[in-house]
């Protein structure tokens, strides 16, 4: 069975550019999340979907970030326009319940994103 | 608000000797306890889980951790180190109904020859 798909891996821009980053779930999970790895640091959470609704969305910053879950199957988070802070690692994870807080999250490899 | 403190952002054994990895949690309600384990240039892959079962909880790659109320731990051990055990280490928090994981800032295992 596929993992978590992300594209893609590695990722350089100007700062103020726009960027885009691309999830594909394990097939059938319900739940998927987008988290924010900073160097050193531990995943913060971005953004949580059950299907294609955002049930968590508290951490995003709206003002720049966005993201997407059509048809509650793979999911787009974009920066735009892109700064010197937002350079990390942009994780992808599914699980397979929606309201399954004891159930596994699967990560994918990521997207390291470097804005110059 | 629940949080999670590992203690020792470096930590480093020689080939054999035992892991100790440490975690501390804090939680206003019963926790749900995981461990990761990040190779470089991968996703996090889950060591072990506690979701109120048995409180020493077995994972892969001969990894446990056992769950101590009382203190507030949620601590990784593994008898022996091999090489391949070199990697970062996550601890995370989960409460019900909030369905979010809280990490520990990471530990780095090194494991000399």
């Known amino acids: 069975e596929a993992g978590v798909v992300q594209s893609p891996r590695y990722k350089i821009i100007e700062k103020k550019q726009p960027v885009a980053f691309w999830c594909n779930p394990i097939s059938g999970h319900n739940t998927l999340y987008w988290y924010l790895q900073n160097l050193g640091q531990g995943p913060e959470l971005l953004i949580r979907?059950?299907?294609?609704?955002?049930?968590?969305d508290s951490q995003l910053p709206k003002d720049r970030f966005s993201a997407e879950r059509l048809k509650g199957v793979d999911s787009t988070l974009k920066i735009q326009p892109a700064e010197l802070g937002d350079s990390a690692v942009y994780l992808c994870?599914?699980?397979?319940?929606?309201?399954?807080?004891?159930?596994?999250?699967?990560f994918g490899p990521g997207t390291r994103l470097t804005v110059l | 608000a629940q949080s999670v403190t590992q203690l020792g952002s470096h930590v480093s054994v020689s080939e054999g000797a035992l892991v100790l990895l440490r975690c501390n949690y804090s939680s206003s309600v019963p926790p749900y306890l995981f461990w990761y384990v990040q190779y470089p240039n991968q996703g996090l892959q889950l060591l072990l889980k506690y979701t109120s079962a048995a409180t020493l909880v077995k994972g892969i790659n001969g990894f446990e951790a056992e769950f101590k109320k009382s203190e507030t731990s949620f601590h990784l051990t593994k008898p022996s180190a091999h090489m391949s055990d070199a990697a970062e280490y996550f601890c995370a928090v989960s409460i019900q109904g909030a369905q979010k994981l809280v990490f520990g800032q990471g530990t780095r295992l090194t494991i000399n020859p």
């Open positions: 994870a599914s699980s397979p319940r929606a309201g399954g807080y004891t159930d596994t999250q699967y």
């Open positions: 979907y059950e299907n294609e609704e955002a049930v968590d």
